[in-house]
T-cell receptor
């Protein structure tokens, strides 16, 4: 099973709202990632979690706050977003981040910020 | 120079033909190479991974890797309309968390 699940599929929020994106994998992967993808662009890395600890923050604004409650779950908390943050948010997982093994993406959450 | 470059699209091929996608990378120590397929509005789906020189076949897909020339390609044989998508080449360097993507090549298979 190479499935990563994400909820919700779609999210519309105002600039003053607080919302959360959720991601889950049951492949026993120890690395999990958040990506942002704008139309006609490749995915852009935001955060890397390794063994439930935040390893990499790619200079992401603090209005995005990741959380890893356990080895299977990854959340992305959103607060005071801007319209330019509207994008497809992708969660991914891999066995670990150093071995170069396959990275599997979830179906994504389509976020619209009004 | 971009880290990963793909042949510019869009690429239009007739149904039943071979679609050929190319990707070059700049870092000689790259060790892992992936092709993702992404349908419009959907997430990237891993379709091929290749780690050593040569060809790797999976159904109608063949990935070819040449580390000396720093290129990796994807052939889609007997192209079907369902193959119409954007194909992303991705490359990983040892002990690096980054997965470097090319800009993608959009393929349209016309009936």
């Amino acid at each position: 099973d190479t499935e990563v699940t994400q909820t919700p599929k779609h999210l519309v929020m105002g600039m003053t709202n607080k919302k959360s994106l959720k991601c889950e994998q049951h492949m026993g992967h120890r690395a999990m990632y958040w990506y942002k993808q704008k139309a006609k662009k490749p995915p852009e890395l935001m955060f890397v979690y390794s063994y439930e600890k935040l390893s990499i923050n790619e200079s992401v604004p603090s209005r995005f706050s990741p959380e890893c409650p356990n080895s299977s779950l990854l959340n992305l908390h959103l607060h005071a977003l801007q319209p330019e943050d509207s994008a497809l948010y992708l969660c991914a997982s891999s066995q670990d981040w150093a071995s170069g093994r396959e990275r599997f993406f979830g179906p994504g959450t389509r976020l619209t910020v009004l | 120079q971009k880290e990963v470059e793909q042949n510019s699209g869009p690429l239009s091929v007739p149904e039943g033909a071979i679609a050929s996608l190319n990707c070059t990378y700049s870092d000689r120590v790259s060790q892992s190479f992936f092709w993702y397929r992404q349908y419009s509005g959907k997430s990237p789906e891993l379709i091929m991974s290749i780690y050593s020189n040569g060809d790797k076949e999976d159904g109608r897909f063949t990935a070819q890797l040449n580390k000396a020339s720093q290129y990796v390609s994807l052939l889609i044989r007997d192209s079907q309309p369902s193959d119409s998508a954007t194909y992303l080449c991705a490359v990983n360097v040892p002990n690096d968390y980054k997965l470097s993507f090319g800009a993608g090549t959009t393929v349209t298979v016309r009936a």
